[in-house]
């Protein structure tokens, strides 16, 4: 296994009708050996021709890819020791599923008794054993995707590709399989590249996570960074069910520290910055009046009296427009001058529609975005790290 | 350039050659006189001449046997007749016919659609000997519409084929929508089927033009010399003696002329129709 | 007497029997969601109501009157398909005129009840647009206008939320009761998404190998399910169903045995002492432990599965007892080396017989 | 308000009878139907005629003589030679058509400006008459001026008759088949191999997989449907074929190209017997009829298996 760094890659589809499609903008990113990293997106935004540059179905129009120290932008698919399970499960019709699976083994001249163990394990953790004699063309979709993904992750290579891996498994299958397939790859620490657009998929399996749109790498970190740390308005709300909150506002100066102002219908709301929780240079970088994005996820809320301790940003009556039960959690709609926002708390809320609740918002689930370039100022009073996230990160603040 | 890239471009070439290379070598002999094209060895550099078709079009040819009087013009004309004719007919009973069978799963509908269908796949002479004797009796082999008639042998079950597969190719929750704003089914199948299987019905269509257009022992068995197509008319042109090869070679131009233009015109449409009439069936 | 009923259905298609003797009554004005996997026959229900196709056996009524000879476009029922089923060659104001254009009103008429529905489902800037230039959220809230404009008898609604992006599924559900609600109609709505079941419903009908399973408040259905399949598929992470035999020691509360502790079970009923039974536990009633000190079980941590806002832990329990743990809201990773533990609570725990799957109250 | 104005008009303004509504599939195919079903006559007519004597020139000699005119043929070396001519026809056009549809599919599957341009170009001669095709090559390997003699002796082979000679004028007619039908192969073929999911074949690229084994393991079985049904489509058509050999030498020289609707035509037209002609068209009949129910039944079960599931 060995690593995979990708240094200012780009990609530019010619085709004749649509002109030039700049697919991949300057791509730059890293991970370790037996590392696992998501490339997570929604459709269009080039994760896919960035797995398929890797696998070598694609050519690279500029930059370089390696596994390793080793260069892989020119070699052909079959010499780059990359294995790859297809979204659109690429098994060959006229083989059993056993054949299938044993197919890249056989290549290798493996034992035909190392090759029949091999299977049967990786047959037994993806539930497919009973599956072995049948045909391709018999199985369902979520069958023929754990028999794709057993022969990839049965080939030793140095890299291994999933294309959304788990897209077409059953819902109640799907939970425990991630958990089944991160198991084998943890345990054989097989260095892997997946494709999603399913964020729940990414955090649940990947070590770092590549958010894209429109080609840009939008945030590269792990769960934790992205929920805790969006470095922009696009990462902070496309990571995080229900998404997050997002109010405009603007700054404005106020007697004891700093103030957020939230427009809406009405007077504006008051956000109060206690001095002390923020350094100078939040102050400066906000004092100049920009227009601010204000951003709280929605089971950070608070609801009822102010508990003790906790540094609130914001003291207010918000009225309910919904309330749902879901059996494990309860997902509230409310209205705060006019700007409808989700409140999700852990037990039932008894609150019907047009009750009156009051909300705190704790300063440390505060984050503040700079409205005009959408990037990250401050994650809960702390101000985010100053190289901004749209200009390419340098090779040395990657994976570090 | 690879062995196997070098053996790609020769493959290319000779198929080229082979497909290309008489529709090519027959325009040019249209546009010889006759010393050129008895000249041996044959060569292409020739005084082109446009005698043969202005003779062809005038209707006399100058040939040994002195002036000999031919209408191949009128053949152009009855190909065109015909073919138009049955293929207007052809869509206006088949494409009603074909979302019936897409549609409506009813008892008779499956055996239905098979009647039709296994007619296109029975030897015509043994329909069109005893029909010559019926059309004798009552006087249709001199007219259109006899031949219109039976040209449906060969159009409908092309257009019924074609088309059925495009009804069912476009998704039944559409109609089912259009049905439950308040529509009739007539309205349906006016306003929705048929306007998304434009496609389908134009691809049928150009097909069965063609294959009635390219239709030969239909004409030759049953129809009169006056309303024959192209078709009849190039072989009792050619095997008239005495007539300049270069008028034989721009006869033979002028009745492939049409369907070569439709193909180029089309050929979207018609791959589309071949491919979905005979892999989907 | 219920607005619309239901009663028998049954329906195959080819050779598969699809619908089998299904019963479903709702009153007038009522939201009713009808939950179940994929292939369970929802969408095939839903076209026998909307009378697009035939039933082979039983019948649906609507306001007292047999539907059996009512051709669709007579029924006054709406629909909006999950394919979105627009007209591609009609732009987007036609598309949801076309009920109108049915009904032959004037002109002025028409115009301005489009423009009015098309105000309250926000799309009023994209009517002249053709469907295929809209996005899925525009195309999902055109086939919801040309559904409601006619004010329907009856409102079916296929899985509409199903191809629209997360984001707006989030506002359509908060939207969409507040929309329907000016209209007094009768929804039926079916979902693939437990969720969506439990958010919009005010009744919920668990439907699986085409019949209606469970008929109840979504609340009832998620904490005391009918059956063991109900169990399976209401609820995400799915219910813990653990096979256990309960006792009475010496006269005291009745116990169960989950892998080698032994554990009270007030809830569990009398009629299951000392036999085979399966018992259901919620992942939430199974409360994660970052330490080992006072009752409770300690497992080893197989592997952590975050669902947006908790976290489902899969754990191994000695005596070979897998269980599966739901946190609210975990701060720090957890790894496996350090000692975790787990403490269940058994008062909202149910039990099924085992051979027919029903919960045994 | 519970139902509004339009929904309450509409509930009521009757449900159209049943009747009608059950009928209206009926309605749409029925006049189709009228149309194709009226080719019954002559069909009834043609077996009727199989069963007599019956010859224009004897007028008084016809009758009734049932099954003789089939022993007639049984027993005629004439009849079984038109059967090995055309046998010979079908599946020699068919085996070149199938190989060379193959080949010339697969070299323009890459979409590359030159493939696209030659695909379109290569219909062309699909479009031609086959009749008009074979006066075109009668033309073509006309023994005094055809360009087809002069590229032979190039290449050092004299004398060569063609259509003229009767050892070669199979040979020739093949030919023109082949030129007109191969594109029917080709576009089929090119349809199926573009429709195939790429998914397996970049997998086996992936695996290194060696192409020879693909092609015969993967591609091949994969593109099996499509090359079956454009044979058996060929197949109809080749063991039916009048247009080519009849415009090319009306199924001489002598009767080297006597297949059986030649000589059907032949014994109707120029010896008017109607009897022995009807014959041998109704043993054509019966081939291709049981050709045609294989091949609808297998079409019937494919398109079930694929609409079948709801």
Same mark, same amino acid.
């Not at chain 2, 007539?186 to 306007?195: D, K, M, S, V, Y």
């Not at chain 4, 063609?162 to 594109?183: E, G, R």
């Given at each position: 296994?060995s690593?995979l760094?990708?240094s200012?890659?780009?990609k530019?589809?010619r085709s004749?009708?649509r002109g030039?499609?700049?697919?991949?903008?300057?791509?730059?990113m890293?991970?370790d050996?037996?590392?696992?990293?998501?490339?997570?997106?929604?459709?269009?935004?080039?994760?896919?021709?960035?797995?398929?540059?890797?696998?070598?179905?694609e050519?690279?129009?500029?930059?370089?890819?390696?596994?390793?120290?080793?260069?892989i932008?020119?070699?052909?698919?079959?010499?780059?020791? &990359?294995a790859m399970?297809?979204e659109?499960?690429?098994?060959y019709?006229?083989?059993?599923?056993?054949k299938?699976?044993?197919?890249?083994?056989l290549?290798?001249?493996?034992?035909a008794?190392?090759? *029949?163990?091999?299977?049967?394990e990786i047959?037994q953790?993806?539930?497919i054993?009973?599956l072995l004699?049948?045909y391709?063309?018999?199985?369902?979709? %979520?069958?023929?995707?754990?028999?794709?993904?057993?022969?990839?992750?049965?080939?030793?290579?140095?890299l291994?590709l999933?294309?959304?891996?788990m897209?077409?498994?059953?819902p109640?299958?799907?939970?425990?399989?991630r958990?089944?397939i991160?198991?084998?790859?943890?345990?054989?620490?097989?260095?892997?590249?997946f494709?999603t657009h399913?964020q729940?998929?990414?955090?649940?399996?990947a070590?770092?996570?590549?958010?894209?749109?429109?080609?840009v790498?939008?945030q590269?970190?792990?769960?934790?960074?992205?929920?805790?740390?969006?470095?922009?308005?696009?990462?902070?709300?496309?990571i995080?069910e229900p998404?997050?909150n997002?109010?405009?506002?603007?700054?404005?100066?106020?007697?004891?520290g700093?103030?957020?102002d939230?427009?809406?219908e009405?007077?504006?709301?008051?956000?109060?910055?206690?001095?002390g929780v923020?350094?100078d240079?939040?102050?400066?970088?906000?004092?100049?009046?920009r227009?601010?994005?204000?951003?709280?996820?929605?089971h950070?809320?608070?609801?009822?009296?102010?508990?003790?301790?906790?540094?609130?940003?914001?003291?207010?009556v918000?009225?309910?427009?919904?309330n749902?039960?879901?059996?494990?959690q309860?997902?509230i709609? =409310?209205?705060?001058n006019?700007?409808r926002?989700?409140?999700?708390?852990?037990?039932?809320l008894?609150?019907h529609?047009?009750?009156q609740?009051?909300l705190?918002?704790?300063?440390?689930?505060?984050?503040?975005f700079?409205? *005009?370039?959408?990037?990250a =100022?401050?994650?809960?009073?702390v101000?985010?790290?100053s190289?901004?996230?749209?200009?390419?990160?340098?090779?040395?603040?990657l994976?570090? | 350039?690879?062995?196997?890239?070098?053996?790609?471009?020769?493959g290319?070439l000779?198929v080229?050659?082979?497909?290309?290379?008489?529709?090519?070598?027959?325009l040019?002999?249209?546009?010889m006189?006759?010393?050129?094209i008895l000249?041996?060895?044959?060569s292409?550099?020739?005084?082109?001449?446009?005698?043969n078709?202005?003779?062809?079009?005038?209707? #006399?040819l100058?040939?040994?046997?002195?002036?000999?009087?031919?209408?191949?013009?009128?053949?152009?004309m009855?190909?065109?007749?015909l073919?138009?004719?049955?293929?207007?007919?052809?869509l206006?009973?088949?494409?009603?016919?074909?979302y019936?069978?897409?549609?409506?799963?009813f008892?008779?509908?499956?055996?239905m659609?098979?009647?039709i269908?296994?007619?296109?796949?029975?030897?015509?002479?043994?329909?069109?000997?005893?029909?010559?004797?019926?059309?004798?009796?009552?006087?249709l082999?001199?007219s259109?519409?006899?031949?219109i008639?039976?040209?449906?042998?060969?159009t409908?079950?092309l257009?019924l084929?074609?088309?059925?597969?495009y009804?069912?190719?476009?998704?039944?929750?559409?109609?089912?929508a259009?049905r439950l704003?308040g529509?009739?089914?007539?309205?349906?199948?006016?306003r929705?089927?048929?306007?998304?299987?434009r496609?389908?019905i134009?691809?049928?269509g150009l097909?069965?033009?063609?294959?009635? !257009?390219n239709?030969?022992?239909f004409?030759?068995?049953l129809?009169?010399?006056r309303?024959?197509?192209v078709?009849?008319?190039?072989?009792n042109?050619?095997t008239? #003696?005495g007539?300049?090869?270069?008028?034989i070679?721009?006869?033979?131009v002028?009745?492939?002329l049409?369907?070569?233009?439709?193909?180029?015109?089309?050929?979207?449409? =018609?791959v589309?129709g071949?491919?979905?009439?005979?892999?989907?069936? | 007497?219920s607005?619309?009923?239901i009663?028998?259905l049954?329906?195959?298609? %080819?050779r598969?029997?699809?619908?089998?003797?299904?019963d479903?009554?709702?009153?007038?004005?009522?939201?009713l969601?009808?939950?179940g996997?994929s292939?369970?026959?929802?969408?095939?229900l839903?076209?026998?109501?909307a009378?697009?196709? *035939?039933?082979?056996g039983?019948? &649906?009524?609507?306001?007292?009157?047999?539907?059996?000879?009512?051709?669709?476009?007579?029924?006054?029922?709406?629909?909006?398909?999950?394919?979105?089923?627009?007209?591609?060659h009609?732009?987007?104001?036609?598309?949801?005129?076309?009920?109108?254009?049915?009904?032959?009103?004037a002109e002025?008429?028409?115009?301005q009840?489009?423009?009015?529905?098309?105000?309250?489902?926000?799309?009023t800037?994209?009517?002249d647009?053709?469907?295929?230039?809209?996005?899925?959220?525009?195309k999902?809230?055109t086939?919801?206008?040309r559904?409601?404009?006619r004010?329907?008898?009856?409102?079916?609604?296929?899985?509409?939320?199903?191809?629209?992006?997360a984001?707006l599924?989030?506002?359509?559900r908060?939207?969409?009761?507040?929309?329907?609600?000016?209209?007094?109609?009768?929804?039926?709505?079916?979902?693939?998404?437990?969720?969506?079941?439990?958010?919009?419903?005010?009744r919920?009908?668990?439907?699986?190998?085409?019949?209606i399973?469970q008929v109840?408040?979504?609340?009832?259905?998620y904490?005391?399910?009918a059956?063991?399949?109900?169990?399976r598929?209401?609820g995400?992470?799915?219910m813990?169903?653990i096979?256990?035999?309960?006792?009475?020691?010496n006269g005291?509360g009745?116990?169960v045995?989950? %892998?080698?502790?032994?554990?009270?079970?007030?809830?569990?009923?009398?009629?299951?002492l000392?036999?085979?039974?399966?018992?259901?536990?919620?992942?939430?009633d199974v409360?994660?432990?970052?330490?080992?000190?006072g009752?409770?079980?300690?497992?080893?941590l197989?592997?952590?599965?975050?669902?947006?806002v908790?976290t489902?832990?899969?754990?191994?329990?000695p005596?070979?007892?897998?269980?599966t743990?739901s946190? !609210?809201?975990i701060?720090?990773?957890r790894?496996?080396e350090?000692?975790?533990?787990?403490r269940?609570d058994?008062?909202g725990?149910?039990?099924?017989?085992?051979?027919s799957g029903?919960?045994?109250? | 308000?519970?139902?509004?104005?339009?929904t309450?008009?509409?509930a009521?303004?009757?449900?159209?009878?049943?009747?009608?509504?059950?009928?209206?599939?009926?309605?749409?195919s029925?006049p189709a139907?009228?149309?194709?079903i009226?080719?019954?006559?002559?069909?009834?007519?043609?077996?009727?005629?199989?069963?007599?004597r019956?010859n224009?020139?004897?007028p008084?000699?016809?009758?009734y003589?049932?099954?003789?005119?089939?022993?007639?043929?049984?027993?005629s070396?004439?009849?079984?030679?038109?059967?090995?001519? +055309?046998?010979?026809?079908t599946?020699?056009?068919?085996?070149?058509?199938?190989?060379?549809?193959?080949?010339v599919?697969?070299?323009?599957?890459?979409r590359?400006v030159?493939?696209?341009?030659m695909?379109?170009?290569?219909?062309?001669p699909?479009?031609v008459?086959?009749?008009?095709?074979s006066?075109?090559?009668?033309l073509?390997?006309?023994?005094q001026?055809?360009?087809?003699?002069?590229?032979?002796?190039?290449v050092g082979?004299?004398?060569?008759g063609w259509?003229t000679?009767?050892? +070669?004028?199979?040979f020739?007619?093949v030919l023109?088949?082949?030129?007109?039908?191969?594109p029917?192969?080709?576009?089929?073929l090119l349809?199926?191999?573009?429709?195939?999911?790429?998914?397996p074949f970049?997998?086996?690229?992936?695996d290194?997989?060696?192409?020879s084994?693909?092609?015969?393991r &993967?591609?091949?079985?994969?593109?099996?449907?499509?090359? =079956?049904?454009a044979?058996?489509?060929?197949?109809?058509d080749?063991?039916?074929q009048f247009?080519i050999?009849y415009a090319m030498?009306?199924?001489g020289?002598?009767d080297?190209?006597?297949?059986f609707?030649?000589?059907a035509?032949?014994e109707?037209?120029t010896?008017?017997?109607?009897?022995?002609?009807?014959?041998?068209?109704?043993?054509? !009949?019966?081939? +291709?009829?049981?050709l045609?129910?294989?091949m609808?039944k297998? !079409?019937l079960?494919?398109?079930?298996?694929?609409?079948?599931?709801?």
């Amino acid at each position: 296994m060995s690593s995979l760094s990708i240094s200012n890659v780009n990609k530019i589809f010619r085709s004749s009708n649509r002109g030039q499609v700049h697919a991949v903008r300057d791509l730059s990113m890293r991970i370790d050996d037996g590392q696992i990293m998501a490339l997570l997106g929604s459709s269009g935004c080039g994760k896919s021709s960035t797995l398929r540059m890797i696998a070598g179905f694609e050519s690279v129009t500029s930059g370089e890819i390696r596994v390793g120290e080793k260069l892989i932008n020119r070699l052909e698919p079959a010499a780059r020791n &990359v294995a790859m399970a297809f979204e659109a499960y690429a098994l060959y019709p006229p083989l059993t599923v056993e054949k299938n699976i044993a197919f890249a083994l056989l290549r290798n001249k493996e034992s035909a008794a190392v090759i *029949k163990r091999k299977v049967a394990e990786i047959a037994q953790r993806l539930e497919i054993t009973d599956l072995l004699q049948r045909y391709p063309t018999g199985l369902s979709g %979520g069958q023929q995707q754990r028999v794709s993904l057993a022969r990839a992750l049965i080939r030793p290579a140095d890299l291994y590709l999933l294309d959304e891996p788990m897209s077409q498994l059953e819902p109640q299958l799907r939970a425990t399989l991630r958990g089944r397939i991160k198991e084998y790859l943890v345990e054989h620490q097989l260095t892997t590249v997946f494709v999603t657009h399913d964020q729940t998929e990414a955090i649940a399996m990947a070590d770092r996570i590549a958010v894209m749109d429109g080609g840009v790498l939008q945030q590269y970190g792990t769960p934790r960074e992205l929920e805790d740390e969006p470095a922009n308005l696009f990462v902070a709300s496309f990571i995080g069910e229900p998404p997050m909150n997002l109010l405009a506002g603007s700054v404005a100066d106020s007697a004891d520290g700093l103030a957020l102002d939230i427009h809406g219908e009405g007077e504006p709301i008051r956000l109060h910055m206690p001095q002390g929780v923020h350094s100078d240079a939040m102050h400066r970088e906000l004092a100049t009046d920009r227009q601010v994005t204000v951003g709280i996820r929605a089971h950070r809320m608070l609801v009822g009296e102010q508990p003790a301790g906790a540094a609130s940003a914001g003291d207010f009556v918000a009225r309910v427009t919904s309330n749902q039960w879901l059996g494990d959690q309860s997902h509230i709609g =409310l209205d705060i001058n006019g700007n409808r926002i989700f409140l999700v708390t852990e037990n039932p809320l008894d609150a019907h529609t047009g009750d009156q609740v009051r909300l705190h918002w704790p300063v440390e689930h505060l984050h503040v975005f700079d409205s *005009k370039s959408t990037n990250a =100022l401050f994650h809960g009073g702390v101000p985010r790290s100053s190289a901004a996230t749209r200009t390419p990160q340098t090779s040395e603040a990657l994976g570090a | 350039m690879s062995i196997r890239s070098l053996l790609r471009a020769l493959g290319l070439l000779a198929v080229g050659l082979f497909f290309l290379f008489p529709l090519f070598w027959v325009l040019m002999m249209s546009f010889m006189t006759n010393a050129d094209i008895l000249r041996s060895p044959p060569s292409l550099i020739f005084e082109p001449t446009v005698s043969n078709y202005t003779s062809l079009l005038s209707g #006399s040819l100058a040939s040994q046997v002195g002036t000999l009087n031919v209408d191949y013009v009128q053949n152009l004309m009855n190909s065109f007749i015909l073919a138009a004719g049955s293929v207007v007919l052809s869509l206006l009973l088949a494409v009603p016919a074909a979302y019936a069978f897409a549609r409506f799963r009813f008892r008779g509908g499956e055996n239905m659609a098979f009647t039709i269908l296994s007619f296109k796949f029975a030897p015509p002479l043994l329909v069109l000997i005893p029909l010559l004797g019926y059309f004798r009796q009552i006087g249709l082999t001199d007219s259109y519409i006899g031949l219109i008639w039976v040209y449906q042998l060969i159009t409908l079950p092309l257009v019924l084929w074609i088309v059925r597969g495009y009804f069912e190719d476009i998704s039944e929750d559409v109609e089912y929508a259009y049905r439950l704003d308040g529509h009739s089914w007539w309205e349906t199948f006016t306003r929705i089927a048929l306007p998304l299987a434009r496609p389908g019905i134009a691809s049928a269509g150009l097909l069965a033009f063609i294959f009635a !257009w390219n239709n030969f022992i239909f004409a030759l068995v049953l129809g009169s010399s006056r309303v024959q197509p192209v078709t009849v008319g190039a072989l009792n042109f050619v095997t008239a #003696s005495g007539i300049q090869y270069g008028q034989i070679a721009a006869a033979l131009v002028l009745s492939i002329l049409p369907t070569l233009a439709v193909a180029l015109y089309a050929q979207r449409f =018609l791959v589309q129709g071949l491919s979905l009439g005979a892999v989907k069936g | 007497m219920s607005y619309l009923q239901i009663s028998n259905l049954s329906k195959s298609l %080819g050779r598969a029997e699809v619908i089998r003797g299904l019963d479903l009554a709702m009153d007038h004005g009522e939201f009713l969601v009808v939950f179940g996997p994929s292939g369970c026959g929802k969408t095939t229900l839903l076209r026998l109501i909307a009378g697009v196709i *035939k039933a082979d056996g039983g019948e &649906v009524a609507i306001a007292g009157e047999s539907m059996a000879e009512v051709e669709p476009e007579h029924r006054g029922v709406a629909m909006a398909f999950q394919s979105f089923a627009l007209y591609p060659h009609f732009s987007a104001f036609e598309n949801i005129a076309s009920p109108l254009r049915a009904d032959g009103l004037a002109e002025r008429e028409v115009k301005q009840r489009v423009q009015e529905v098309a105000g309250m489902l926000r799309i009023t800037n994209v009517l002249d647009h053709m469907p295929k230039e809209l996005s899925n959220g525009q195309k999902q809230r055109t086939s919801l206008a040309r559904s409601l404009i006619r004010r329907p008898r009856v409102l079916l609604l296929d899985d509409p939320l199903r191809n629209v992006d997360a984001k707006l599924r989030y506002e359509m559900r908060i939207e969409l009761p507040e929309v329907l609600r000016q209209f007094e109609t009768t929804v039926l709505y079916v979902t693939q998404d437990f969720k969506e079941a439990m958010a919009l419903g005010d009744r919920v009908a668990v439907m699986l190998d085409g019949a209606i399973r469970q008929v109840d408040r979504p609340a009832n259905i998620y904490r005391r399910p009918a059956d063991l399949d109900v169990a399976r598929l209401f609820g995400d992470p799915p219910m813990n169903l653990i096979p256990t035999r309960p006792q009475r020691h010496n006269g005291g509360g009745i116990t169960v045995r989950l %892998g080698e502790s032994v554990l009270d079970a007030p809830g569990c009923p009398e009629r299951l002492l000392d036999r085979e039974c399966v018992v259901g536990i919620r992942p939430e009633d199974v409360h994660f432990l970052d330490s080992r000190e006072g009752d409770c079980l300690p497992v080893r941590l197989e592997a952590v599965m975050p669902l947006n806002v908790r976290t489902a832990m899969l754990v191994t329990a000695p005596g070979a007892l897998e269980l599966t743990s739901s946190a !609210w809201d975990i701060r720090e990773a957890r790894d496996e080396e350090n000692d975790t533990a787990v403490r269940i609570d058994l008062n909202g725990a149910v039990y099924f017989d085992p051979d027919s799957g029903q919960r045994v109250q | 308000m519970v139902a509004n104005a339009s929904t309450a008009a509409r509930a009521n303004r009757g449900r159209g009878s049943v009747a009608y509504r059950r009928a209206i599939p009926y309605l749409l195919s029925l006049p189709a139907l009228l149309v194709t079903i009226g080719v019954l006559i002559p069909f009834v007519t043609a077996v009727v005629y199989s069963l007599q004597r019956y010859n224009l020139a004897f007028p008084q000699g016809r009758a009734y003589i049932w099954f003789d005119n089939y022993l007639q043929l049984a027993m005629s070396a004439d009849f079984w030679h038109t059967v090995a001519v +055309t046998l010979i026809y079908t599946l020699a056009t068919v085996g070149v058509e199938m190989v060379l549809g193959l080949a010339v599919a697969l070299l323009l599957q890459k979409r590359t400006v030159i493939n696209d341009v030659m695909s379109v170009a290569l219909v062309l001669p699909l479009m031609v008459a086959p009749a008009i095709a074979s006066l075109m090559w009668k033309l073509m390997t006309n023994t005094q001026f055809g360009i087809m003699n002069y590229l032979l002796t190039v290449v050092g082979i004299q004398h060569f008759g063609w259509a003229t000679d009767p050892n +070669t004028a199979m040979f020739t007619v093949v030919l023109v088949d082949v030129w007109v039908f191969t594109p029917f192969f080709s576009i089929l073929l090119l349809a199926g191999l573009r429709g195939l999911p790429s998914g397996p074949f970049e997998a086996a690229e992936l695996d290194g997989v060696p192409r020879s084994f693909v092609f015969f393991r &993967v591609t091949l079985p994969m593109l099996m449907p499509y090359i =079956l049904t454009a044979a058996l489509f060929r197949m109809f058509d080749s063991i039916q074929q009048f247009d080519i050999p009849y415009a090319m030498t009306q199924g001489g020289p002598g009767d080297a190209l006597m297949v059986f609707q030649v000589r059907a035509y032949l014994e109707a037209f120029t010896y008017t017997n109607l009897g022995k002609s009807a014959a041998i068209l109704m043993v054509l !009949w019966a081939i +291709t009829y049981f050709l045609s129910q294989v091949m609808i039944k297998r !079409w019937l079960a494919m398109r079930e298996k694929a609409h079948g599931a709801a």
